[in-house]
């Protein structure tokens, strides 16, 4: 039972796991290869400041965020790190982020211009990653002889510092082919702007499938983002790779109760019971991050025992058949993690929704309070 927060239902996350998979990542890389730890969307909602504190704490001074908003809260903690925003930015939050010494995106000439003309007035310069499109279709440069011109032009602007240049692989896990020829798109197209006087600090491309897969893509940095938090989004479960999984799920028993035969469970009577049943309810939901689509078809640890959810999950609550199973208010039930000798894993939702593990967990809302353990004991509480 839980006394220490103020919701019966939370998100546990491990930070000796954390640890030991940027380990892993550090021993895994080339010689000379740095980390550009990716944590975007709060780290993947597992709470971006505490992992960053830590990550600090193993060598690692580069971090890319997505937002604005998501550069800025890493700033006003960390005073000193490297932060790149990898994704758009309107033009009024320029200055900000000059002033405040973060990387940001470029992929057009005009982006480039207004960098330069902000950065001239504030009588600095503006830190930039250049993009370049090598097959995600997304943001960043074409690689072709007009984009060549383009950045030659953007070299030239006296307001700007041009640390790095880099890309995406769409599909490194899955398509060996493709990502060999994203890599050599990508490193002709550098070796032709270095032709033309263009030089950049950092080249990066590689992502956590890369990471896991393809030594000869590391480069200057690589980009870790799922597999820091101990999931792969591949077919290989991360135990193959010595990655520990960070997240589980709890939620207390909310309410026990017997029904009998034939009594419909939930919103639109979808599932009747087939006998005299236990029915458990939890205080979590679809809104915590847990989707409808999964109404009866998921398992939900309770007492070591695996048990069927039953009826339509709801916003706040969901429903479990526990017939048979020693539990009252107040016991613990496991959503995600293990429970004596079972488990419930992130992949095991994914095979039945279709979703994967990157996007499950960015999914877990945030008015589930973050428990931080580390050494076995509670270090860090962050709740709404």
């Known amino acids: 039972m839980n006394n220490i927060y103020k919701r019966p239902a939370w998100v546990e996350v491990n930070l000796d796991n954390f640890i030991n998979n940027m380990t892993v990542i550090k021993n895994t890389l080339s010689p000379g290869t740095e980390i550009l730890s990716v944590v975007k969307a709060d780290g993947y909602k597992i709470g971006a400041v505490t992992l960053v504190r ?18 800025m809260l890493l700033r006003k903690e960390f005073k000193d790190i490297n932060i790149l925003k990898l994704g758009y930015t309107p033009n009024y939050q ?32 503006a830190k930039i990653h250049i993009s370049i499109d090598t097959g995600m279709s997304r943001i960043g440069f074409q690689p072709n002889d007009d984009s060549i011109e383009k950045i030659v032009e953007i070299f ?8 790095g240049v880099f ?10 082919n493709f990502t060999k020829k994203q890599f050599d798109t990508f490193t002709n197209f550098i070796d032709e702007l270095e032709s033309r006087g263009c030089h950049f600090e950092y080249r990066h491309i590689a992502n ?10 590391d480069l200057d940095l690589v980009r870790p983002g799922i597999i820091q938090f101990g999931y792969t989004d591949t077919d290989k479960p991360a135990e193959f790779y010595n990655l520990k999984p960070l997240v589980s799920v709890k939620a207390e028993i909310s309410n026990v109760k ?35 689509i999964l109404s009866g078809k998921i398992d939900i640890l309770i007492n070591g025992v695996k048990c069927p959810q039953i009826g339509l999950i ?8 526990a017939t048979g199973v ?20 992130i992949c095991d939702f994914c095979e039945i929704s279709g979703d994967c593990e990157t996007s499950f967990l960015t999914h877990l809302d945030k008015r589930l309070p973050r428990i931080y353990y580390k050494d076995g004991k509670v270090v860090d509480i962050l709740e709404i």
């Open 54 to 71: 830590e990550a600090i704490k193993l060598g690692i001074k580069n971090f890319a965020v997505a937002t604005e908003s998501e550069a």
């Open 94 to 125: 320029i200055e900000e982020s000059i002033d405040n010494n973060i990387s940001s995106t470029i992929y057009t000439l005009e982006q480039a211009k207004t960098f330069n003309e902000i950065a001239k007035k504030l009588n600095k310069k």
């Open 156 to 163: 030239k602007l006296k307001n700007l510092e041009i640390k």
């Open 167 to 176: 890309s995406h692989f769409a599909s490194a896990d899955y398509d060996k």
């Open 208 to 217: 956590s499938a890369s990471i896991l897969c393809h030594r000869e893509y």
């Open 258 to 292: 017997y029904i009998e035969k034939d009594v419909s469970v939930g919103y639109s009577r979808t599932y009747f019971t087939n006998k005299k049943t236990k029915v458990v309810t939890l205080p979590i939901g679809y809104a915590d991050g847990f989707p409808r």
């Open 314 to 321: 709801c916003m706040d609550q969901l429903m479990v058949d």
């Open 326 to 345: 020693e539990c009252e208010i107040g016991d613990t039930a496991v959503l995600i993690g293990k429970q004596k000798n079972e488990e419930i894993r």
